[in-house]
């Protein structure tokens, strides 16, 4: 019975135990079938491969990435799902089901690219944003021969009022939203900040390197940048390497540039032919049978070529770039040109999972410019006669340095004898350090460090006219510049609930030393041979010929604290609020430190409820913002001291039987002077329809300016040293209304029309210069000088009037003899010369409207854009014109055709007057690019485009100068005076590829 009970009991061990394997080869078999191994390749809407693609179980942490093809492999279940997913790229979600081979097109997150800003010490999604500010991304950027980065914004900016001649080595004149200082240069430029490195040089970058730029318009967004933000505010950011991409990619063109318009001057038979009309006759010496055309002489088809080559690569914890830029800029006038080359690297890399970020970014920009005397070559090539040649029988320039009038130079000789070179090397190199060290918290450290070494050398050959009878005269200034900039901060971002909050935190610290070096000018050479070079081979006769450059160096420091807090409720309500305070060594001991406040609060209104009944409205945001910032640029250390220095007048005394330079006291000191403060108030409205097929915003601002500086306040000599002294006293007023629209007018599955238009007007007025100690009623500017005009002035800045105000003699026609007559302050006619008070204000050269409007055209792989830009409103002083018309002075000086009406009793018609005040008003079409995208089946090429580019193809204006794009900076805006570099008409090709 007891074996019975054991032969039971091992039977039913070995059948559960026979049971338990089949199970578990079950199992096994179960677990087999469900888990499969997927591959696959994901590729772009190109259809090219996208590689570091992350590939992933949803729900797992785990997972993998595509390789350099664009591949994968990863195990998975039947019931997984796998997302794939890139920065910059609309994730997707792919089920397995029962398939083993999984292919994924990526769609780029166009819309979250957009939405991003950078604002100052960090990004905002554009949704949040509760200030003025634009955005303009790469593809957006104007093309054609780019000199200087801020011509890519020429015309895309709703308030940003960007002037440029054809000059190859002129910066543009930037304004924003109208001048609001008594200041010139820096002052009224917009500040500029390079990769988070406030101050950083423009001139560093190449467009090509450039990735998007945000435009801070009001003080609610600027004044975290504190004294040097009034201008507004441009952030500049550098093309980086996306994660998990190797890159490799080239940009070039080749243009040809052609004057756009000429004067239409006399030839030389048409000018004896006046003369003979009019019973004249030429000086033999001025007349030896030639017809020179001086225009077409000075005046040639300029070449451009630009060539960028760059690469870079980003894995999961660390990512790279270098590029290379090349620009050779030959000018349409003889010698003159820019030559630029621009290296650019970086290197970020993660450590401690990501914890701690270092980064390191070296920008170098090496340039060399040739120029001319562009002061004398532009008018003589206009005013000298066309009846002598350029050169006498021995190869010697023609002179007659007895002539009077204008035009006494031969302008050929202006250029062929006088070398003006400048080396420019600039050299940034920023550092910065990253610590995650709590989630949502985050500590940022930079250190940057900027060279600018500035070599200016010139020659006055012993032909030159310019410097006569000094057997040529050299000029070497070698002056270095640095800054270098130390800035911490701590970012907060954390998210509970409806509620978010983000907090900034920082420290900065600045030193900029400037004019370190040294220049001398001396003369008297054996030859011409060594140009300005050695100058120990110089043999002056008198030690006055040697001259010294006398910019002082100086020492600037900047330490600030800043803070801003950012909240949002429930993604509807927002508020932000920010303060800077800055403490300046440039100003007075009572005055060194300015606090910037600056708030705002936006509604999403679009969040709310009521608006799903609207569908029509996708988009819907009212902002409203107030904030004080500075303008502290443009200052050395020693703006508030006393300085002594040598006076003008008497240079040299005898000191114990030796000469010494004469010291005296040159600035007045003013220990309370301080920045000047501009305080903004703006309300907009951003706006989407049609499910934001049609985006938009609308602004309304106050630009308040106070405490301006002026430099020439009268002060008793009884409590000052000298007469005049540098004070905070003026004010200037800017209202504008700035609206910007982007469209996608038309979308197909082959075609797209994208259009932008935008439009601004602002409205610009002195409101007072003076105060109860400083009293001043206006301020002339614009001394223009010409024939018996001499310290006249053309121009005033007066409390009720427009910076850029025209105070000329009022122009009352011919009288019976055809000679120009004037009304002067008695309301009298008089045929003669007026008084200088005799002046009446004549309108100013602020326009009314700035406006453009951009445009896109996609059919499949071809692209169209255009830009038409242009302002209305302004008025322009054509005093070339004025200088030009002198009928009675033919005998001396060329004379164009809008003269021949003119007659030659008239002795006075060249005076300047409100006469030659004209509109400036026009509508240019800027550029337009023919495009055409190659995307070869080859898988090492993503893309070649192919492209032609016309700049400056036309100009609607009734302006009769050379064009109506004058210079819009500084204190005489909207003036052409002789010295207009021509505007050009460009045509390139270009081909861009990505590898």
Same mark, same amino acid.
């Given at each position: ?96 089901? +029962? ?13 979250? #690219? ?90 560093? #970058? ?173 008018? +003589? ?9 350029? %050169? ?68 006055? +050959? ?64 054996? +030859? ?106 443009? %200052? ?85 040293? #000298? ?15 700035? %609206? ?32 109860? %100690? ?196 500084? #204190? ?24």
């Amino acid at each position: 019975m007891k074996k019975m009970y054991k032969l039971i009991y091992f039977t039913e061990v070995c059948r559960l135990q026979g049971l338990l394997i089949m199970l578990m080869l079950f199992s096994v078999n179960v677990i087999a079938q469900n888990t499969q191994n997927i591959s696959g390749r994901v590729v772009d809407e190109t259809n090219q491969p996208i590689p570091g693609v992350t590939v992933r179980i949803k729900g797992s942490t785990g997972g993998t990435s595509t390789n350099l093809d664009g591949n994968y492999n990863i195990s998975a279940k039947s019931s997984n799902v796998l997302v794939f997913s890139m920065l910059g790229s609309i994730s997707k979600e792919v089920s397995v089901g +029962n398939q083993t081979r999984i292919n994924v097109t990526l769609m780029p997150d166009n819309q979250n #690219l957009k939405d991003v800003v950078v604002i100052g010490y960090g990004t905002a999604n554009k949704k949040d944003v509760t200030g003025a500010v634009t955005s303009i991304k790469s593809e957006e950027f104007n093309q054609g021969v780019m000199v200087n980065p801020a011509q890519l914004l020429q015309g895309k900016v709703a308030g940003l009022n960007v002037t440029k001649s054809g000059d190859p080595n002129a910066k543009p004149s930037t304004i924003l939203r109208g001048p609001s200082t008594l200041r010139e240069g820096a002052a009224q430029e917009p500040f500029y900040v390079i990769d988070g490195v406030p101050g950083a040089s423009i001139d560093l #970058l190449a467009p090509a390197d450039i990735e998007n730029i945000d435009i801070l318009k009001d003080a609610s967004s600027t004044a975290i940048y504190g004294s040097r933000a009034a201008n507004g505010v441009i952030i500049v950011t550098t093309k980086r390497s996306k994660s998990g991409q190797a890159r490799l990619s080239y940009s070039g063109y080749a243009a040809v540039e052609k004057v756009s318009k000429k004067y239409d001057m006399l030839s030389a038979p048409e000018l004896r032919q006046y003369l003979v009309d009019n019973k004249q006759t030429l000086n033999p010496v001025d007349d030896d049978g030639s017809d020179t055309n001086w225009q077409s002489l000075l005046e040639r088809t300029g070449y451009s070529q630009n060539h960028n080559l760059s690469y870079g690569g980003a894995g999961q914890s660390s990512d790279y770039g270098a590029s290379v830029n090349y620009l050779d800029n030959k000018g349409i006038l003889k010698n003159t040109s820019l030559r630029r080359t621009v290296v650019r690297a970086y290197l970020n890399e993660k450590f401690f999972n990501d914890r701690l970020k270092l980064g390191l970014t070296i920008t170098n920009s090496n340039s060399k410019s040739s120029d001319i005397n562009q002061s004398q070559a532009l008018p +003589n090539m206009l005013f000298f006669l066309p009846t002598v040649s350029p %050169f006498n029988t021995d190869g010697t320039y023609k002179e007659n340095y007895n002539r009077i009038g204008s035009g006494t130079r031969n302008p050929l000789s202006i250029v062929d004898n006088n070398i003006f070179d400048n080396l420019n090397n600039k050299t940034l190199i920023n550092g910065m350090v990253q610590v995650n060290i709590i989630d949502g918290l985050r500590f940022t450290a930079s250190i940057s460090s900027q060279r600018d070494q500035n070599s200016y050398s010139s020659y006055l +050959n012993s032909q030159s006219g310019l410097a006569r009878g000094v057997n040529g005269q050299a000029q070497k200034i070698d002056i270095l510049n640095k800054s270098q900039v130390l800035e911490g901060y701590f970012n907060y971002d954390k998210t509970f609930g409806k509620h978010s909050l983000k907090l900034l935190g920082g420290y900065s610290w600045q030193e900029d030393r400037t004019n370190d070096g040294f220049g001398v000018r001396t003369q008297n050479f054996s +030859n011409d041979n060594l140009s300005y070079n050695n100058l120990f081979l110089s043999n002056p006769s008198l030690l006055s010929q040697i001259a010294f450059n006398d910019a002082p160096i100086s020492t600037l420091r900047l330490i600030s604290y800043y803070g801003r807090v950012q909240y949002n409720y429930n993604e509807k309500y927002l508020f932000q609020a920010s303060l800077r305070d800055d403490g300046s060594s440039a100003f007075g001991k009572n005055n060194r430190w300015g606090l910037f406040p600056a708030v705002s609060a936006g509604w999403r209104i679009i969040g709310e409820d009521f608006m799903k009944t609207v569908p029509v409205i996708s988009d819907l945001k009212l902002r409203a913002g107030y904030g004080v910032s500075g303008n502290s640029l443009g %200052f050395d250390a020693f703006s508030s001291l006393l300085i002594y220095g040598t006076l003008s007048g008497s240079n040299k005394f005898l000191n114990n039987g030796n000469i010494s330079n004469a010291i005296g006291p040159v600035r007045n000191p003013n220990p309370d002077l301080k920045w000047e403060s501009t305080a903004t108030t703006n309300i907009g409205l951003d706006f989407g329809l049609f499910k934001d097929r049609i985006t938009g915003s609308v602004d309304f601002y106050v630009k308040k300016t106070s405490d301006l500086i002026y430099d020439r306040y009268e002060v008793s000599t009884t409590q000052f040293f #000298l007469p005049t002294i540098t004070a905070n006293v003026g004010k200037i007023k800017n209202t504008g209304v700035e %609206f910007s629209l982007n469209a996608v007018a038309v979308k197909t599955d082959n075609f797209k029309w994208t259009t932008s238009p935008n439009i601004a007007h602002n409205k610009n007025v002195v409101e007072t210069l003076s105060d109860d %100690f400083y009293k001043i009623d206006l301020i002339r500017t614009a001394s223009l000088g010409g024939q018996g005009q001499s310290g006249n002035f053309s121009q005033i800045i007066q409390p009720g009037y427009a910076l850029g105000t025209f105070n000329l003699w009022n122009y009352a026609g011919k009288n019976a003899s055809g000679v120009s007559t004037y009304i002067n302050a008695a309301g009298q006619t008089i045929a003669t010369q007026p008084l200088t008070t005799d002046a009446k204000i004549a309108g100013d050269a602020q326009p009314k409207l700035i406006y453009g409007w951009a445009n896109r055209f996609n059919y499949k792989n071809w692209d169209l854009n255009f830009l038409v830009r242009g302002v209305l409103g302004n008025k322009i002083l054509n005093a070339t014109k004025a200088s030009l018309n002198n009928p009675a002075g033919a005998k001396n000086q060329n004379i164009p055709r809008f003269t021949l009406g003119e007659s030659f009793n008239d002795n006075i018609a060249y005076l300047i007057s409100d006469r030659f005040i004209e509109s400036g008003s026009y509508l240019r079409l800027d550029n337009a690019t023919l495009g055409y995208t190659i995307r070869p089946k080859n898988p090492s090429i993503k893309a070649i485009r192919l492209y032609v580019t016309a700049n400056n193809l036309f100009v609607i204006t009734n302006y009769t100068g050379i064009d109506p794009e004058i210079n819009i900076g500084g #204190l005489t805006p909207g003036i052409d005076n002789n010295n207009y570099y021509p505007k050009t008409r460009t045509f390139s090709f270009g081909v861009t590829a990505s590898f």
